[in-house]
């Protein structure tokens, strides 16, 4: 079953310009993760935020949870065309994680 | 440290054929996934291990998807018969531990059924 759904499904960008992608999901958890998938490779972990935090930075990623909404939203800031991928929120709700089907990032340059 | 090794990075067979995938985690990891990609999905999971024994195989089609880690450590997931909707990617990850960790994935396993 999908927990996740992530919003936009697309997203095009020009360098330097920040991307903010949405991912809502449907129970309780005990923490939300984000990956990222370049073209044809696997899933690389980006951030985890536990039910507790509202607010997560990591280099040019923040993270926020908003866990009464049942949301989170991951932004890339100073975006970059490395980080054109595919990006996915998933729902550790007490057992293994379950994803969402992503939103596709294309940076230009 | 190394990361999660699959192999065959490819594989194409016909219908019905038989199919084999391999995944070696991290050291150390306790728990091992297998998960299936359909092109412009999200990832869905197979299987969970803990250790060597199964701790979810509630989404496995039994019928014909089995999968063991033998020892606790390396995995194989087999398909028999392969069907045309099995066209996937097939990813392993790893993690030190059930819940709170993020999990290390492998390149995956490009298999089409024509």
């Known amino acids: 079953s999908q927990q996740g759904e992530e919003d936009p499904q697309a997203l095009s960008i020009q360098e330097g310009e920040n991307a903010t992608m949405n991912c809502s999901y449907k129970?309780?958890?005990?923490?939300l993760q984000w990956y990222r998938q370049n073209s044809g490779r696997g899933l690389v972990h980006l951030i985890l935020?536990?039910?507790?935090?509202r607010e997560k930075h990591s280099g040019r990623l923040r993270v926020t949870l908003d866990t009464s909404k049942k949301s989170s939203s991951l932004l890339i800031t100073a975006s970059r065309a490395a980080d054109t991928a595919s990006y996915f929120c998933a729902t550790d709700a007490g057992t293994a994680l379950i994803f969402g089907k992503g939103t596709t990032l294309s940076v230009s340059s | 440290e190394a990361g999660v090794a699959q192999s065959p990075r490819y594989k194409i067979i016909e219908k019905r054929q038989s199919v084999a995938f391999w995944c070696n985690p991290i050291?150390?990891?306790?728990?091992l996934y297998w998960y299936q990609q359909i092109l412009g999905q999200g990832p869905k999971l197979l299987i969970q291990?803990?250790?060597?024994?199964?701790?979810?195989d509630s989404q496995l089609p039994k019928d014909r998807f089995s999968a063991e880690r033998l020892k606790g450590v390396d995995s194989t997931l087999k398909i028999q018969p392969a069907k045309l909707e099995d066209s996937a990617v097939y990813l392993c990850?790893?993690?030190?531990?059930?819940?709170?960790?993020?999990?290390?994935f492998g390149s995956g396993t490009r298999l089409t059924v024509v």
């Open positions: 935020i536990r039910s507790n935090e």
């Open positions: 050291s150390g990891h306790a728990t």
């Open positions: 129970t309780s958890i005990n923490n």
């Open positions: 990850a790893s993690s030190p531990d059930r819940g709170g960790y993020g999990y290390t």
């Open positions: 291990f803990q250790n060597n024994g199964v701790v979810d």
